[in-house]
């Protein structure tokens, strides 16, 4: 018992004692000394000179989202900095080499998520990515070779459904899914959205996202009105439920069934970085396909999601 006490008293002079040199004048003079000489001996080397060169040179402010007045909601898009101590830390006692620079993605105080509801019809012009969108309401029949196409190419879209067609063709909601593409909402019956009463359309937007619920056990984020038709309370529902409306800046209008050589290069002459690409599952567009992938990514462009082209991540171009 006596032994537990004097070890208690001991403990507890220890603990004084380090409080006592926190607290001492000359303890924290001391350390402040010291850190002020570790900041002048980095602040002098010409290693670190270097490193705040280049990172004058390379740094990319982030861009914040915006709502612009003919393009509604643009996408903000990650800026990259260097960061000078871990950069310097690295290289200490080498020569500056730029290959061994700390490189870090920052991304903007405004995302698209901070913008009131509106539609989206691109992604940010900063960003080297296209997305192909295909709204999905008849076309079942060109659907399997156009996948074997993306397949060939390890690429992937956006397939916006009409509910009643994904509920009559399960199976095929599945294949799509299982290639790794991103299934969107194109409503239920493919209405003209700015027609119906806010009741009207919520129910359009929820029966077709319990089908695919159903089908996939996965919830879309990314809602396309039917023949682009809408007002901001197909908007303001979309949003509510979860889902970004998404429209397009570049059409294949492959439904006129134009010839494939056509329509390839009407794409491929309006193709731009953050490029919507709207498509259906028609001959032109099989038979166009391989040629768009291709085209596209000879421009420098890498194919995307819709949601992948509209979240602020950097990709570099090819």
Known sequence: MKKSWVQFIVFIMILGVAAGSLQNPYTSMYLTDLK???????????????????????????ANAVVDRVWKGIPGYNG??????ESYAKMKGKTFDEEMLVRKEVEPDIQLDDLEPTAVYKGNPNKPMVAFMINVAWGEEYLPDMLQQFKKYNAHATFFLDGSWAKKNPDMVRMIDEEGHEIGNHAYSHPDLKQLSDAAIRKELEDTNQVIEATLDKKPVVFAPPSGSYANNAVKIADELGMQTVLWSVDTVDWKKPAPQALTAKVLENVHAGALILMHPTEPTEKSLEALIRGV??????????????????????
Not at 45 to 61: C, F, G, H, T, V
Not at 80 to 85: F, L, S, T
Not at 301 to 308: C, D, R
């Open 80 to 85: 990259i900095m260097v960061d000078a101590e």
């Open 297 to 318: 990514e000879k421009r420098g462009y890498q194919l995307g999601t819709v949601s992948q082209v509209l979240d602020s991540k950097r990709v570099e171009k090819r």
């Open 36 to 62: 002020e000489q570790a900041t002048i001996s980095v602040n002098g080397s010409p290693l670190y000179n270097e490193i705040l060169q280049a990172k004058e040179r390379m740094d990319i402010p982030p």
